[in-house]
């Protein structure tokens, strides 16, 4: 464990809440085990395992979160990162699209006309997004995959070469989808090596705390809390958690939506990752499966999780302090006096720029002369001046900049004086002095 570690003695209150959370759903029985590739028949029904990482890097666990598994399909969003990064969306969505399919991860359903498969989270997806990875050969391919997964996860990963040898041996069907997508002509790659690489992908060794922060690089645009390093650029983070919110969780993409409603990924082995974008990611290893085949405790938890605290992406953020803290005319100078505070989001900004119209509204027209640096509230007949303090606003976003200079812009327009107090002010290109209003 590194110093980054939670969970240690005494415990804290996340790592217990999740301990209580697995505690109550581990009595779930339901669900079976896949068997379709030999070894994973071999997982622990009873193995249950939880993580939580937070943006800053915090690690929470609760269960069997250091058991090993095969990531299988939970595999297949960090590889499409890969792809998008390589080629950009344009050219990857030329080769698989973006449509929940709403057939099953096997399915051979590739898109009537183009033959592209539906998107890169089913089989056919994930296949023809592997092979877009540019390399010299198969071994090169796998290599950029494996170095990505590790570099999401933070560590160096490795391949289960049992799991990886019986896929091989059973994946005819994959197989097929391959030689379909080939024959379609939306397979770069020849069929069988482009399987391949897609059966070791799936055979790469995490852990419940891996999926967390993978998780979590997501959930921080691409950038890894536990390493610092940006894996991905912030818009193919993005793109990808579009695709998982759509896509991720096989035939039952909808109804996670509509009852969990974060951007998540499961795979046959029973792992299943979930992403507060901006927040946390999340994590569960629990291999009974249901019969659309996630995770059945998995499910459970995220259901759980998301209603007790609000997770769900289209739920309205809790309401942030308030932006204006004075707004009232100075009697000593006469001038109007606006002081906000905080991080200038849209919310914010528009909340001052608001006032600040409702103030100007106040106005008389002023001459345009009026608009010299220094010019008092005297300066010409009906200027106003406005002395805006920004002392206590710690950044603007690009949208709060947007509406707040040109806000000002038109206040000074209209022959009106504005001064703007603190550092922030730089931001808004103007002189943004430390003395006080
Ligand atoms: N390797 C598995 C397969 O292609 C992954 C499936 C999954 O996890 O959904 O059958």
Same mark, same amino acid.
């Given at each position: 464990?590194?110093?980054?570690?939670?969970?240690?003695?005494?415990?804290?209150?996340?790592?217990?809440?999740?301990?209580?959370?697995?505690?109550?759903l581990?009595?779930?029985?339901?669900?079976?085990? #896949?068997?379709?590739? /030999?070894?994973?028949?071999?997982a622990?029904?009873?193995?249950?395992?939880?993580?939580l &990482?937070?943006?800053?890097? =915090?690690?929470?666990?609760?269960?069997?979160?250091?058991?090993?598994?095969t +990531?299988?399909?939970?595999?297949?969003?960090?590889?499409?990162? @890969?792809?998008?990064?390589?080629?950009g @969306?344009?050219?990857?969505?030329?080769?698989?699209?973006?449509?929940?399919?709403?057939?099953?991860?096997? #399915?051979?359903?590739?898109?009537?006309?183009?033959?592209? /498969?539906?998107?890169?989270?089913?089989?056919?997806?994930? +296949?023809?997004?592997?092979?877009?990875?540019?390399?010299?050969?198969?071994e090169?391919?796998?290599?950029?995959?494996?170095?990505? $997964?590790?570099?999401?996860?933070?560590?160096?990963?490795?391949?289960?070469?049992? &799991?990886?040898?019986?896929?091989?041996?059973?994946?005819?069907?994959?197989?097929?989808?391959? =030689?379909?997508?080939?024959?379609?002509?939306?397979?770069?790659?020849?069929?069988?090596?482009?399987?391949?690489?897609?059966?070791?992908?799936?055979?790469?060794? &995490?852990?419940?705390?891996?999926?967390?922060?993978?998780?979590?690089?997501?959930?921080?645009?691409?950038?890894?809390?536990?390493?610092?390093?940006?894996?991905?650029?912030?818009?193919?983070?993005?793109?990808?958690?579009?695709?998982?919110?759509?896509?991720?969780?096989?035939?039952?993409?909808?109804?996670?939506?509509? *009852?969990?409603?974060?951007?998540?990924k499961?795979?046959?082995?029973?792992?299943? %990752?979930?992403?507060?974008p901006?927040?946390?990611?999340?994590?569960?290893?629990?291999?009974?499966?249901?019969?659309?085949?996630?995770?059945?405790?998995?499910?459970?938890?995220l259901?759980?999780?998301?209603?007790?605290?609000?997770?769900?992406?289209?739920?309205?953020?809790?309401?942030s302090?308030?932006? +204006?803290?004075?707004?009232?005319?100075?009697?000593?100078?006469?001038? @109007?006096?606006?002081?906000?505070?905080?991080? $200038?989001?849209?919310?914010?900004?528009?909340?001052?720029? =608001?006032?600040?119209?409702?103030?100007?509204s106040?106005?008389?027209?002023?001459?345009?002369t009026?608009?010299?640096?220094?010019?008092?509230?005297?300066?010409?007949?009906?200027?106003?001046?406005?002395?805006?303090?920004?002392?206590?606003?710690?950044? %603007?976003?690009?949208t709060?900049?947007?509406?707040?200079?040109?806000t000002?812009? *038109?206040?000074?327009?209209?022959?009106?004086?504005?001064?703007?107090?603190?550092?922030?002010?730089?931001?808004?290109? *103007?002189?943004?002095?430390?003395?006080?209003?």
């Amino acid at each position: 464990m590194t110093s980054r570690d939670a969970g240690a003695d005494p415990p804290d209150v996340i790592s217990e809440a999740l301990a209580d959370l697995r505690d109550r759903l581990a009595a779930d029985e339901e669900g079976e085990v #896949a068997r379709y590739i /030999p070894p994973l028949a071999l997982a622990d029904p009873a193995d249950f395992g939880l993580a939580l &990482v937070s943006r800053e890097g =915090h690690r929470y666990r609760a269960g069997q979160s250091d058991t090993r598994f095969t +990531i299988q399909s939970v595999s297949k969003p960090f590889v499409f990162a @890969l792809a998008l990064t390589d080629l950009g @969306l344009e050219e990857t969505t030329r080769w698989v699209g973006a449509e929940p399919s709403g057939e099953a991860f096997n #399915a051979i359903s590739l898109e009537p006309g183009t033959g592209r /498969p539906a998107n890169p989270m089913i089989n056919a997806g994930a +296949i023809a997004t592997s092979s877009l990875i540019g390399a010299a050969d198969n071994e090169e391919r796998f290599a950029r995959i494996l170095d990505v $997964l590790g570099r999401f996860a933070g560590r160096t990963l490795d391949v289960d070469e049992r &799991v990886h040898e019986a896929e091989a041996a059973t994946g005819d069907r994959n197989r097929a989808l391959a =030689h379909l997508l080939r024959a379609s002509g939306r397979l770069r790659l020849d069929p069988v090596e482009a399987a391949d690489v897609y059966f070791r992908q799936c055979a790469v060794l &995490v852990d419940t705390v891996d999926l967390a922060v993978m998780a979590a690089t997501l959930a921080d645009g691409g950038r890894n809390p536990v390493t610092d390093e940006q894996v991905v650029p912030e818009p193919v983070a993005v793109q990808v958690l579009a695709v998982m919110a759509t896509c991720g969780m096989y035939d039952a993409s909808g109804d996670w939506m509509l *009852r969990v409603g974060l951007p998540a990924k499961s795979g046959v082995s029973g792992g299943l %990752l979930a992403v507060s974008p901006g927040r946390f990611g999340i994590a569960c290893y629990s291999p009974p499966l249901d019969p659309v085949g996630n995770p059945v405790r998995a499910v459970a938890a995220l259901r759980e999780l998301s209603a007790r605290f609000g997770l769900h992406l289209l739920h309205n953020p809790a309401p942030s302090a308030p932006t +204006i803290t004075t707004a009232r005319r100075d009697p000593r100078t006469g001038a @109007l006096l606006v002081t906000a505070q905080g991080s $200038l989001d849209f919310t914010a900004a528009e909340r001052l720029v =608001h006032t600040l119209r409702r103030f100007a509204s106040t106005f008389t027209s002023a001459t345009a002369t009026a608009t010299a640096s220094g010019a008092g509230p005297t300066a010409a007949s009906g200027a106003e001046s406005i002395v805006l303090d920004l002392e206590r606003v710690a950044a %603007l976003d690009s949208t709060a900049l947007a509406l707040v200079s040109a806000t000002l812009a *038109r206040i000074e327009a209209a022959g009106h004086v504005v001064r703007v107090v603190g550092d922030a002010g730089r931001a808004l290109g *103007r002189q943004g002095s430390g003395d006080g209003p």
